[in-house]
């Protein structure tokens, strides 16, 4: 059975009813001076909160102020938090468990992991003092669909996910009033990382076009040839399209599940595996994860105007590699006990994004970039000066920045819509974040608008600016409680001066337009 339409059959019978918890009416919470008295089914408690479904409604209730009583009431004096989590493989198999371990040590908390098979096992936290045990995660690595079956079904309380939650996922859970999925603070990027085109170390070609790529997993490029001096068939590798690696590779090249098989791809479970059997196929060429290349030799991303585009580190922590993969956890409407949440809240700080970038994964924290490390980049801009753009514009253009350096922090729309992307969205709240801590207190933060080359330089210019008021207002609104009088905001605009990739693909302008942050 499909997993949405799995979910969708389990989650509908909880909701009628079928599938009950608990036992009805299992608990009695009554205030302290006995004025109050509430009963019904416990839904879960975090250590803190009582969660109960009650004839007026499911009810969270401070459990400092209430005695319990019932069969499903909870041993306050031995409580451990329990957080299942299931999905993405590239998630949970190493990053998720180094994030764990490293949070035990921080906290001074000792890790025990047990294993029921290669894909299921959990890590328990306990007090290195006496042993205490504060809290266990389950960790099911099945798919990124699976994940969101199962947190649909009620099966799970996160989902890792290496692709954003499909239209149909969103609408089953506002459905079944889970509420939307997308909201900010139900869905966050955990780490980067990037598809990259692979090959033998045996196989001369060193670079390809976006287009190219989607030519081959379509079927219409089928021999070397076509791109290189060897003449023998192409044999194309891909994740399985039920993953969350392989349907972002499909959307990415702009392709659908029928044009892969038509091609006859070979379809693999996991990055190791396909970079295994790319690395020993002289003919063979595959998209895997960044953090998984192995011993096979990463294609340089071009263009039919020469500019090129490698999955650097900092290429995809800007996004400019176009292939950049966010990998993000989806969370619950509901409250999470608090050794979860503090466990989050880590995730997001800087000593996390060390393990994170030792992990293999390209992490989140801002960098600051000097435009002396950006030749590309002014060449690039160089290189349009005298079209559309005037020499002036350019010179202009390049003393301004001359006096800034760039944050890694950047952000672009989704397309065709006036919507930040994912990995935007979450840049938005880092930056947010940032500010309210004072970081860039002193400062100068500019937002920088650019666009692709379609149209007319005016107007570009124009559009450019009004992206960068956008995403100058996001970060202001969610940077609440950030002083603005310690720093100076601002908006700039250079329109198409400064291209990333080629014009000629929707892949190469959708890189061009972007906002980026600047500070002196």
Excluded: H
Aim: glycine share 8%; aromatic share 6%.
């Amino acid at each position: 059975m499909d997993l949405v339409k799995r979910a969708a059959v389990i989650a509908a019978l909880f909701f009628f009813g079928f599938v009950p918890l608990v036992s009805a009416q299992d608990v009695t919470l009554t205030s302290r001076d006995k004025s109050v008295e509430v009963s019904g089914n416990l839904l879960g408690f975090d250590g803190e909160f009582y969660r109960v479904e009650t004839d007026y409604g499911e009810l969270t209730i401070d459990g400092a102020g209430v005695d319990c009583a019932g069969p499903g009431c909870p041993n306050l004096t031995a409580f451990v938090a329990e957080l299942d989590i299931a999905g993405a493989p590239e998630v949970g198999r190493l990053l998720l468990p180094a994030l764990i371990e490293a949070f035990a040590t921080k906290n001074n908390l000792k890790t025990e992991r047990v294993s029921e098979n290669d894909d299921t096992f959990n890590i328990t936290l306990s007090q290195k003092s006496d042993g205490t045990t504060l809290a266990r995660f389950f960790i099911d690595i099945n798919s990124s669909g699976e994940g969101f079956a199962d947190l649909l079904a009620d099966q799970t309380d996160i989902v890792m996910s290496t692709r954003e939650i499909t239209p149909q996922e969103r609408k089953l859970a506002r459905e079944i009033g889970m509420g939307d999925l997308t909201q900010l603070g139900r869905a966050r990027v955990l780490a980067l990382d990037a598809l990259v085109p692979v090959v033998s170390t045996q196989n001369p070609i060193n670079e390809i076009s976006l287009q190219q790529l989607s030519e081959i997993y379509s079927g219409n490029i089928n021999n070397w040839k076509t791109l290189g001096p060897q003449d023998a068939p192409i044999t194309r590798y891909l994740r399985d399209l039920e993953t969350g690696s392989g349907a972002v590779a499909l959307q990415r090249l702009k392709l659908n599940a029928a044009d892969a098989a038509d091609a006859r791809t070979l379809f693999s479970a996991d990055n190791l595996d396909l970079a295994t059997r790319v690395s020993v196929d002289p003919f063979g060429i595959g998209l895997v994860g960044r953090s998984t290349t192995l011993d096979t030799k990463i294609l340089t991303l071009t263009g039919t105007c020469a500019r090129t585009l490698r999955p650097t580190r900092r290429n995809v922590k800007t996004e400019d590699y176009p292939l950049t993969t966010p990998l993000f956890l989806y969370l619950p409407a509901r409250r999470l006990p608090k050794i979860a949440r503090e466990f989050l809240s880590y995730t997001r700080s800087p000593a996390a994004q060390l393990v994170i970038r030792r992990a293999g994964f390209v992490d989140q924290a801002p960098e600051e970039i000097p435009i002396d490390f950006q030749g590309d980049r002014l060449a690039n801009a160089i290189s349009v000066a005298g079209n559309d753009v005037s020499v002036e514009a350019v010179r202009e253009m390049i003393g301004e920045l001359r006096q800034m350096r760039r944050l890694t922090t950047s952000f672009r729309f989704e397309t065709g819509s006036v919507r930040l992307d994912a990995q935007s969205r979450s840049n938005v709240e880092q930056l947010a974040s940032a500010l309210e801590a004072g970081i860039y207190d002193g400062k100068s933060l500019v937002f920088v608008g650019f666009s692709d080359g379609e149209g007319a330089a005016a107007a570009n210019l124009e559009i450019s600016r009004r992206r960068a008021e956008v995403v100058k207002a996001a970060v202001l609104k969610a940077a609440e409680t950030a002083d603005f009088n310690q720093l100076d905001v601002s908006v700039q605009a250079y329109g198409e001066a400064m291209p990333m990739a080629c014009d000629d693909t929707e892949w190469g302008r959708q890189v061009n337009r972007r906002v980026e942050v600047w500070i002196r």
